[in-house]
Structure formats: structure tokens, C-alpha cells
């Protein structure tokens, strides 16, 4: 099964709104780091996690880490069109692990 | 572009035939990870190469094979095809072994297959 679970599966919004999704996962992780992918297109990392971090920004995005309840969530502040894509959440342990991914659709 | 190439980008083949996908990491990176995406599927991790030396092993299937050769480039070879694997087949490559020290993953663009 999967470690990393994202909710929700799909999410659409206005441009200019925030988005958050959700990562939940089962085992205790080293990091979690969460990944966007336009559509055919391969991966691209957004950012990284440690176990010992609870919060991590960079630009627009903002992630953190809740050990005690095994999740993350992931913001993205001021959403533009160019934002939609899957995002995918990805936990480090003996291998990675990455969730199903939340679709993110963004309106202009 | 992450420096993760990956070909051919298209193939279309037929059931019961063999294709090879071909992975060459970003400079430096000894890690090379397979993964393979499909609709019903998602993302699921195949194998992991450290070196020249498998390191971890996934959601492979026994018609599936893979290798890294000391020029640290990567395959994967798929026999036997029927219409379900059909998918996009991604390369990775990351500097260390482990994700422990938090090591990024660079994805390629992926390998689109069609089986027929």
C-alpha cells in the first residue's frame, strides 16, 4: 500500500486563492518532500521536510510536518493558473514512497 | 530541465514483444530509481540502483528487468508486454544511497509506452 496518501484528490479554485493539501503516511520518516507534476511531464521537487522541522517555506509554498499525527500539508499562497498540476507528496524512509497525488486545477 | 535524460520519449509496440527504456542521470548522481505511472496506478516505485548495485526493489514485475552499468547510465527492459503496461516510465537519479540525508530526486521527462 501506499505510504503517502494526499487529500483531496482533486482540488479546483479561483487564481488568487490558497490551496492546501493534505499528506498523511504510516511509518516514521526520515523527511518528506512533496513534488508538482504538469500533466506528461516529469516530476519537479518543491521542497523538503525533516522529521525534526515542523514548518518550511519557500516562496509561495509552505509545508508542515506533524510527526505525532503522521501528515503534511502543503500551501501554495496566491494561487496562479500556472499552478495547476499533481502534487505529490513523497516519504523517505528505506525507500520512496510517493503518494497518489492531489490534482490541483486553478481558474483564472 | 534536471539534467535526467531519458529515451525514447514515444514507442508503440505490440503484445508479447521486449523494449528497452534508457536512463542517463544527472552528473554525479549515483543513485537511479525507476518508477512507472498509469491511470489506475499511480506512481509506483519499480527499482533503485546504487553504483551498479540494486539497492531497492519495488513493484517490479518478474517480466521487468533493469541494470546500471559502470558509466552509471541505466536500463529497463520489459518483456513479455500485454496492454497493461502500458504507461509513462519515469528514470531518477539522486547523489546518495539513502534518502536519509534528505537527498533530492531529479526526474527525468519520462518514456512514454503504448502497447498494442
Known amino acids: 500500500s501506499q505510504q503517502g496518501e494526499e487529500d483531496p484528490q482533486a482540488l479546483s479554485i479561483q487564481e488568487g486563492e490558497n490551496a492546501t493539501m493534505n499528506c498523511s503516511y504510516k511509518t516514521s520518516i526520515n523527511n518528506l518532500q512533496w513534488y508538482r507534476q504538469n500533466s506528461g511531464r516529469g516530476l519537479v521537487h518543491l521542497i523538503l521536510i525533516r522529521s525534526n522541522e515542523r514548518e518550511k517555506h519557500s516562496g509561495r509554498l509552505r509545508v508542515t510536518l506533524d510527526t505525532s499525527k503522521k501528515s503534511s500539508s502543503l500551501l501554495i499562497t496566491a494561487s496562479r493558473a500556472a499552478d495547476t498540476a499533481s502534487y505529490f507528496c513523497a516519504t523517505a524512509h528505506f525507500k520512496t514512497i510517493f503518494g497518489a497525488g492531489t490534482r490541483l486545477f486553478v481558474k483564472a | 530541465d534536471s539534467g535526467v535524460t531519458q529515451t525514447p520519449k514515444h514507442l508503440i509496440t505490440a503484445t508479447g514483444q521486449r523494449v528497452t527504456l534508457r536512463c542517463s542521470p544527472r552528473?554525479?548522481?549515483?543513485?537511479v530509481y525507476w518508477y512507472q505511472q498509469s491511470l489506475d496506478q499511480g506512481l509506483q516505485f519499480l527499482i533503485q540502483y546504487y553504483n551498479g548495485e540494486e539497492r531497492a526493489k519495488g513493484n517490479i514485475l518478474e517480466r521487468f528487468s533493469a541494470q546500471q552499468f559502470p558509466d552509471l547510465h541505466s536500463e529497463l527492459n520489459l518483456s513479455s508486454l500485454e496492454l497493461g503496461d502500458s504507461a509513462l516510465y519515469f528514470c531518477?537519479?539522486?547523489?546518495?544511497?539513502?534518502?536519509?540525508?534528505?537527498?533530492?530526486?531529479?526526474f527525468g521527462e519520462g518514456s512514454w509506452l503504448t502497447v498494442v
Open positions: 552528473s554525479g548522481d549515483l543513485s
Open positions: 531518477a537519479s539522486s547523489s546518495g544511497e539513502k534518502l536519509y540525508s534528505g537527498n533530492t530526486i531529479y
